[in-house]
């Protein structure tokens, strides 16, 4: 099946700064989502977003699916933006589950 | 805005009972998902439901678990004698593709917290 590799793992960052997450997966996609879970253990849809480039306030994301990759851009971070952001996908042999990567877990300090 | 509901938020259980999460997904999808997520470890896909049945399920969903949708808003996940490795968040998802494999965003419920004792 395929596999989904996320980094970094853990990232640490001053309130304000940019941030830049990868996903990196194994085969072509038909579905990639970016998700952030809070500390209540929620997922929150951010993107869907399989191939090219949207934007929704201070995040925006691109994937990249000849290259099999895609980026979560965080500006201006805030303390808000803490928790664990995972990207799933799903392939086109098995498209109606998606694969999570195991995330990255993003730490704003203020 | 639309969103997927679950109930309940957490459960306890003896190990070796039987347990039912509810989901209600969102009012016009026609696909739905389990998922779960041991504490501290990613999410991993359990099952999918389209059209009354089982679309896809991974080796997670073994004998001990089954779904079904018992009206035209409930979907829910039944597992049977749990052991203390089931505890975990359980979600629920919906999408909305009307045919063929599903390709949309998938929206996720809050979780039920399951713990076996």
């Known amino acids: 099946g395929i596999q989904v590799e996320q980094s970094p793992p853990d990232l640490i960052l001053q309130e304000g700064a940019n941030s830049t997450l990868r996903c990196n997966f194994s085969d072509s996609v038909n579905n990639l989502q970016w998700f952030h879970q809070n500390p209540w253990g929620q997922l929150i849809n951010l993107f869907y977003i399989p191939s090219g480039t949207k934007q929704n306030g201070r995040l925006s994301a691109t994937t990249v699916a000849t290259e099999r990759y895609s980026l979560l851009y965080i500006s201006s971070s805030q303390t808000t933006d803490s928790g664990v952001y995972f990207c799933a996908v799903s392939g086109y042999s098995s498209a109606s589950k998606i694969i999570f990567g195991s995330g990255t877990r993003l730490s704003i300090r203020p | 805005e639309p969103e997927v509901t679950q109930t309940p938020s957490h459960q306890v259980t003896q190990m070796g009972q039987e347990v039912i999460l509810r989901c209600v997904p969102i009012?016009?999808?026609?696909?739905f998902y389990w998922y779960r997520q041991i504490l501290g470890q990613k999410v991993e896909f359990l099952v999918s439901f389209y059209n009354n049945e089982i679309s896809e399920k991974s080796e997670i969903f073994d004998d001990q678990f089954s779904v079904e949708r018992p009206d035209g808003s409930n979907f829910t996940l039944k597992i049977r004698s749990t052991k203390l490795e089931d505890s975990a968040m359980y979600f629920c998802a919906s999408s909305d593709r009307l045919a063929g494999p599903p390709t949309d965003t998938q929206y996720f419920g809050p979780g039920t917290r399951l713990t076996v004792l």
């Open positions: 009012s016009n999808h026609l696909y």
